[in-house]
């Protein structure tokens, strides 16, 4: 019973730390602007370098990665559990997605999703961030490079032999085409 309720308040910690919009935070600080205001209207890295520049962005970037990464390796050293990393990477992810302290909003989970992978699976998040870093050069879309990063994950976590976290990736392909769906109609329309 005592790991049961410890381990749930792990849960809502991570979610908690997820949760912590610093691309509001760093664009408030650095420029004074809200991001949900302009371009994108989220928190994330890419709204917050649209309208704040390329450093602040690269720090939200950073900070939103962070939110992946930390929650993670903590949970690493707790417990090998695959369904226990599972869902402390999906608890950090959809924090950062539907933040508490911002009204069930926030960015779109890619920063996020790679220092969720970086920690568990990096081989594989390697290989999807350089066809990302390709598809965006090519098209000059983030949007579409990081739907090939979440699209290419389950593949080559297939392709490395990681299939603990097969489930994990295929769930965070969901929620990142989900937060993507209004960039996708505006792709498909040209």
Do not use: E
């Not at 090519?138 to 490395?160: D, E, N, Q, R, Y």
């Amino acid at each position: 019973m005592n790991g049961l309720i410890a381990g749930i308040g792990w849960l809502l910690v991570t979610y908690l730390i997820g949760s912590i919009p610093f691309g509001l935070i760093v664009a408030k600080g650095c420029k004074g602007i809200d991001p949900r205001l302009w371009g994108s209207r989220n928190t994330g890295a890419t709204n917050v370098a649209r309208t704040c520049g390329t450093g602040p962005g690269l720090l939200t970037f950073g900070l939103d990665m962070a939110k992946g990464f930390l929650p993670m390796l903590l949970a690493m050293g707790w417990s090998t559990s695959a369904a226990f990393l599972t869902v402390t990477g999906l608890a950090a992810l959809l924090g950062h997605m539907y933040s508490v302290f911002l009204n069930r909003t926030g960015g779109k989970g890619v920063a996020t999703t790679i220092g969720i992978f970086l920690a568990v699976a990096p081989t594989p998040l390697f290989w999807s961030v350089i066809l990302c870093l390709v598809m965006i050069a090519v098209t000059k879309f983030v949007s579409i490079g990081s739907l090939t990063l979440v699209a290419t994950l389950p593949i080559f976590i297939l392709i490395f032999g990681q299939f603990s976290y097969l489930i994990l990736s295929l769930i965070v392909m969901a929620l990142v085409f989900s937060k993507h769906k209004d960039n996708i109609l505006r792709l498909i329309r040209g």
